[in-house]
């Protein structure tokens, strides 16, 4: 089996499989710490469709890298600093090489930690219905991908397989940290809705500095969504990835008009494409035209080189 790019599957047999996730092969490295492999994967509508897209693992780890680097003074994060290549077989170092990191096993919090700069997506259909997004009143009169007066944190739950994300509001997100973190918290001294408020606070500076990042280098970071996970001590780190354009809505900024529906260098080009078709979005996915998926994974390469300032590896 070739494992030069794309990578659609990981099969490295010298370390125990956690699990597949929609775009991560995770392994276990001893009892602390993940091998984590970003494929080249891509879901839809909660549907990995069947093929990959060229480099996207890749550019999911080098930006995410470039933030968990870049924003470590603000929260630390799950990064070890080992070389993925060494945990692996040498048979196997090609699969993992440039698309994964070894991170360290942490306690992940049981919501999404999402934060909206702009009013767009299921933020827009629920101010238009509400004049609220997730239960925040905004002002009236705000337009489609209008700049929010000030960045909001709206906390989701986790899904099952197959199922979606529901938006929550801040008291329910302390509810389920406190549940789900207690036994984990036992001993700190630390309860878990102390622990869902700072990961509020984090995920909102978190985005403030990224997004002031991205504008100089002529992105907007629409919204994003974060993980955390808490040590046995109860220190709240940075984990999965952050900031990519799996993660996040990149939009580029000389184009951005407020009222329309802005271009994007994240999947939602994919999106647009699917919306096309007669398919009810459940799997399996339809396959995808060449053309689509060129011109996505050059969004992907376009929005990593931006950010980081460096060219992606051949």
């Given amino acids: 089996m070739s494992f030069s790019s794309p990578v659609f599957e990981t099969a490295i047999r010298s370390l125990p499989l956690v699990s597949r996730g929609k775009v991560r092969d995770i392994y276990a490295v001893g009892a602390d710490k993940l091998l984590i492999v970003a494929t080249d ?22 930006v995410a890298n470039f933030w968990f ?28 090489s440039g698309r994964a990191v070894v991170a360290r096993r942490l306690q992940p919090l049981p919501i999404e930690a999402v934060v909206r700069g702009y009013l767009i997506g299921s933020g827009w259909k629920d101010y238009q219905q509400t004049g609220a997004v997730c239960g925040l009143p905004l002002p009236a009169g705000l337009r489609l991908a209008a700049r929010l007066p000030e960045p909001l944190f ?10 979606h994300d529901e938006n929550i509001s801040f008291s329910e997100a302390q509810k389920l940290c406190a549940a789900r973190l207690a036994n984990v918290l036992a001993g700190t001294g630390k309860r878990g809705e102390a622990i869902c408020g700072e990961a509020r606070d984090a995920a909102l500076a978190l985005y403030r500095e990224a997004a002031a990042h991205a504008l100089a280098r002529g992105i907007l970071i629409a919204d994003t969504k974060f993980e955390f996970g808490v040590d046995a001590s109860g220190t709240l780190h940075l984990i999965d990835e952050a900031l990519t354009p799996d993660s996040s809505r ?10 329309e529906n802005p271009a994007s260098f994240d999947k939602q080009f994919v999106r647009d494409y699917l919306e096309t078709l007669d398919w009810n979005k459940k799997a399996p996915g339809p396959r995808l035209p060449a053309e689509v998926i060129r011109r996505t994974s050059e969004k992907y390469v376009e929005a990593c080189e931006r950010l980081t300032g460096e060219k992606l590896p051949a």
Avoid at 46 to 60: A, E, F, N, S, T
Avoid at 72 to 83: C, E, K, Y
Avoid at 154 to 163: D, F, I, Q, S, V
Avoid at 250 to 259: L, V
């Fill in 69 to 96: 680097g870049k924003l470590a003074h603000i929260l630390p994060n799950q990064l070890t600093g080992i070389d993925p290549q060494s945990v692996v077989a040498p048979e196997e170092a090609a699969q993992v």
């Fill in 154 to 163: 709206t906390p989701a739950t986790k899904a099952e397989a197959g199922e």
């Fill in 250 to 259: 990149f939009w580029p900024a000389d184009s951005y008009r407020e009222g």
């Fill in 41 to 62: 994967r891509l879901s839809a509508f909660d549907v990995i469709l069947p093929d990959p897209i060229p480099k996207k693992g890749q550019v999911l780890t080098a």
